[in-house]
């Protein structure tokens, strides 16, 4: 098992930026997707955006596309998420996790890290 930890969540203003980052505690394997998702209070977690560890192939929600981007700094086992032009309704607890299927069920992720919460102020 993988430890995940985020940091970089906080509270900005509407159309502020943040940059999330998620420490492993090993590296990932070769067939290794890593993902971030967040939960808002009273509603299902949702994907965010998902990379393959070794590869780089991204796939985002379209509620981010073009606002966020995901990248892997392979050497240091760092996954980062960097948001760009934030909204209101990205107020969340966002988690980064880990799988080894390149898909957006958060169900099909076997790691997780604690969260971290990010709060845009209209």
């Known amino acids: 098992q993988v430890q995940l930890s985020e940091s970089g969540g906080g509270s900005v203003q509407d159309g502020g930026s943040l940059r999330l980052s998620c420490a492993a505690s090993?590296?990932?394997?070769?067939?290794?997707?890593m993902g971030w998702f967040r939960q808002a209070p009273g509603k299902e977690r949702e994907f965010v955006a998902l990379i393959r560890w070794h590869g780089g192939s991204a796939l985002y929600a379209d509620s981010v596309k073009g606002r966020f981007t995901i990248s892997n700094d392979n050497p240091k086992n760092i996954l980062s998420l960097q948001m760009n032009n934030l909204r209101p309704e990205d107020t969340a607890v966002y988690y980064c996790a880990r799988g080894s299927q390149y898909t957006t069920n958060h169900q099909a992720y076997t790691d997780w890290g604690q969260g971290t919460q990010v709060t845009v102020a209209s």
């Open positions: 090993a590296r990932p394997f070769s067939r290794t997707v």
